[in-house]
């Protein structure tokens, strides 16, 4: 029987949760959480799911095994690097799911990465977009030997907490690495993060890929707007509205850039962790991006993030509280 910890119980926790509770056959999952509201929620979540799973729900670590077969962190990014640490130091694990934005100093990346080569761990983050099927077709769609413009606009969707999603995204699309971004056209303020002890950005972050193709990811101040995701190139035209109806329209050369629209999928983590499981099982790996491919990504946005909190604050911060 396969074995499977979850450390934090949180919203996202909880949902990992219902998604392990949905893989056919039977595992043991342990979810640790200091808090108990947080594992008194994620208990009611779970039973909202109908399986024959053995779960364990903890506030300490002293009840759990030795080893495990996964483990997803699903804790704030503040704790993140100690929490792995504890983790790898005194337990076996075979695969790391780790939530994002993985950690709040640019050192802490090379610790990590350090620790997986000494335990020999396979991790990976979770920029689950990778994983939506609308999104793979739209991969087998772009033209990857054509520079492309990349544009993602939403009112005040948390900038901080979730451009590395559509950063990832962009760059599993493409192909190519990130190269550089630019903060400049984001807002001169923080703001509260919905979650208490952490900032947030509205604005725009720009910059590019290393085939110089460009991005742009917008969270405008004060709007409640779904957000849309557009690529262009010369040949091709995507825009996928992710809110709301949900749709993608495409507009290709190849057709006279006449419109056609189909419906556009967004897959939940309650969804995708089942797949994550299955994948993992039947293939010793799993289509999210491995932890040193997010690392690139994340170190520039950490950087680039961090130069502008300590130009709008006067501070000279070398940890970015965003989670």
């Known amino acids: 029987m396969k074995t499977i910890l979850i450390i934090g119980a949180g919203q996202l926790g909880s949902r990992h949760l219902q998604g392990l509770a949905k893989f056919k056959g039977q595992l043991d999952i342990y979810v640790v959480d200091p808090a108990l509201d947080s594992l008194k929620t994620a208990q009611v979540r779970e039973e909202e799911i109908i399986h024959e799973h053995r779960v364990i729900y903890t506030l300490t670590w002293d009840l759990l095994p030795s080893s495990f077969d996964v483990v997803i962190v699903a804790t704030s990014a503040n704790i993140r690097e100690r929490i792995i640490f504890e983790l790898l130091r005194n337990y076996k694990v075979g695969f790391l799911i780790l939530e994002k934005v993985l950690f709040q100093e640019l050192a802490s990346y090379r610790n990590v990465s350090d620790l997986f080569v000494e335990k020999n761990v396979r991790a990976y983050v979770n920029h689950p977009r990778r994983m939506f099927e609308s999104y793979k077709n739209l991969g087998l769609l772009l033209d990857t030997n054509d520079k492309t413009v990349f544009s993602v606009v939403g009112g005040s969707w948390g900038l901080a907490c979730n ?104 897959q939940y983590q309650s969804e995708l962790t089942t797949n994550i499981l299955i994948e993992i099982f039947e293939n010793n790996h799993c289509s999210l991006p491995t932890y040193e491919e997010a690392r690139h990504s994340h170190e520039i946005f950490l950087k680039a993030m961090l130069k502008k909190y300590n130009t709008i604050t006067g501070f000279n911060c070398t940890i970015l509280p965003i989670t």
């Open 163 to 266: 451009a590395l999603h559509f950063l990832d995204l962009f760059v599993y699309l493409s192909g190519k690495k990130l190269k550089d971004i630019n903060t400049d056209s984001l807002d001169e303020l923080i703001q509260e993060s919905s979650r208490k002890g952490f900032v947030e950005f509205t604005g725009t972050l720009s910059g590019q890929l290393e085939d110089g193709s460009f991005f742009s990811i917008t969270s405008l101040n004060g709007a409640s707007t779904p957000i849309s995701v557009s690529l262009f190139n010369n040949e091709q035209r995507f825009l996928i509205q992710e809110g709301g109806l949900s749709q993608i329209y495409m507009l290709l050369k190849k057709d006279n850039f006449v419109c056609k629209n189909e419906s556009f999928k967004v």
